[in-house]
């Protein structure tokens, strides 16, 4: 039976679950670090057995790398995003929606499933998500309003018009 171990990106922090008789990833899919030459890891790279060592190198790799900025991305549908992290596994993505702020407290060990339903889907992860923000007021994202200012970054909609429709 192969061993499981956790893999963790240098850069950004971004963790991989491998087992040993599995290849190596040539690069994150996340910031585009190159963690091996598809034969061996990188010496930079670490690689962890248990979930508590696992958080501390998760720790460590994305308070450098989201340190005094953010991480860009924009969705299919024109959105924008930044996303800075308040705690290693808690993140703040900021959507800019035709000139109005939609703030979404996301959790998530795993980044990289989040950014890349939005980069391909223009889909915000609601199931992370305990409240959304929008004009300093805060709303469950299964609410009707909460739901509007989804709609809204998914589609990049204005907020106002996606809530009138929704509601």
Known sequence: MAASYYVVCPNC????????CD??????????YRLSDGER?????????????LSKAVANARSKFFRGRGYKVKLPSGTQCIIKMREWYEFWFSFKVHGEEINALIRTVKLL?????MRKRSMVPIE?????IYRGRAYAPM????????????????????????L
Do not use: H
Not at 113 to 117: I, M
């Open 113 to 117: 499933d989040k950014v890349e339903l």
């Open 128 to 132: 992370d998500m305990p409240l959304i």
């Open 13 to 20: 922090g971004e963790p991989y679950q491998f087992y040993s």
């Open 143 to 166: 609410d009707p309003a909460g739901k509007a200012l989804v709609r809204a970054v998914e589609t990049n909609e204005m907020p106002d018009v996606a809530a009138a429709i929704e």
């Open 41 to 53: 890891w990188s010496e930079s790279v670490t690689a962890v057995r248990e979930y508590e060592d």
């Open 23 to 32: 290849r190596p990833l040539k690069k994150c899919g996340l910031c585009g």
